[in-house]
């Protein structure tokens, strides 16, 4: 099926490694003019160069502002913008009464105010060209809290009503807003854990992990115009974890 991204623009967030490279993957595959972004310019450019990306821009987005400034770069780069996925890097594991307020205001500015901040930018010239694709990577604890998870439950379930909201505005300017919900993933994070096949399949219905290229590839369909009347919408990728409607 041609998705016809040829020619779209699209700025991935924290797509250096993981589940991130693996969206920017799919839509270089998919002929989408890719601009990457990660913490560190020595990796996300070998990123960049591996999968064939367009170009890549630097920023941390647990700095305040760093949203703003990394997508007018990317931009500026693109020469425009069609399509951002958010996608940023879990919070440290943590129980509520450990959390510092410290550690609520990173999170907070990592997981909420990025995404915000580089919206306020992007979203106007979306607008003006009555297109836009808004995607934003979150997790299955948007829906159904993890053990231990604090920041990330509270955080990433408050996404959920961020992106309604930016649906029912925009829906008539043919921008679409939808969440992807990953859940246990083959990425290095999951690789750290060790996790026997015994512990996996008991966790996990479908008796496996996801493959990052799986989640990369649904949300290049909900990149693409073949998917404009599907908005405002909780997809999960989870191979059967979330017992809920």
């Known amino acids: 099926m041609d998705l016809n991204l040829n020619g779209k623009k699209a700025l991935v967030f924290g797509s250096s490694q993981g589940i991130g490279k693996a969206v920017a993957q799919s839509l270089v595959a998919e002929g989408a003019t890719v601009c990457l972004n990660g913490r560190t310019e020595e990796k996300v450019k070998k990123t960049c160069e ?7 821009v630097v920023g941390d987005l647990t700095e305040s502002g760093r949203g703003i400034s990394v997508t007018e770069k990317a931009i500026k780069e693109l020469g425009g913008i069609d399509i951002i996925v958010i996608n940023t890097g879990g919070p440290q594991k943590n129980d509520f009464l450990d959390v510092t307020i410290e550690q609520w205001h990173t999170d907070f500015q990592s997981l909420w105010l990025s995404a915000v901040e580089s919206l306020h930018v992007a979203l106007p010239m979306m607008k003006e060209q009555n297109y836009g694709r808004i995607l934003f990577v979150t997790s299955i ?23 309604k909201s930016i649906a029912n505005e925009y829906a008539s300017s043919g921008i679409t807003a939808n969440l992807i919900l990953p859940g246990y993933t083959n990425t290095e994070r999951i690789q750290n854990l060790n996790l026997s096949e015994e512990k996996i399949q008991e966790m996990v219905p479908a008796g496996r992990l996801a493959d990052p290229r799986e989640l990369g590839d649904l949300a290049t369909f909900l990149a693409s115009p073949k ?14 974890v979330l017992k809920s409607h």
Do not use: C, M, V
């Not at 591996?50 to 890549?56: D, F, K, M, R």
């Not at 809290?145 to 961020?162: D, K, V």
């Not at 009347?229 to 989870?238: C, E, V």
């Open 50 to 56: 591996e999968i064939g990306a367009h170009t890549y």
């Open 141 to 163: 604890a948007a829906k159904e809290p993890l053990p231990g998870l604090t920041t990330s439950n509270g955080l990433r379930a408050g996404l959920q009503g961020l992106t």
């Open 227 to 240: 998917a404009g009347y599907i908005t405002g919408q909780s997809i999960a990728l989870d191979g059967g």
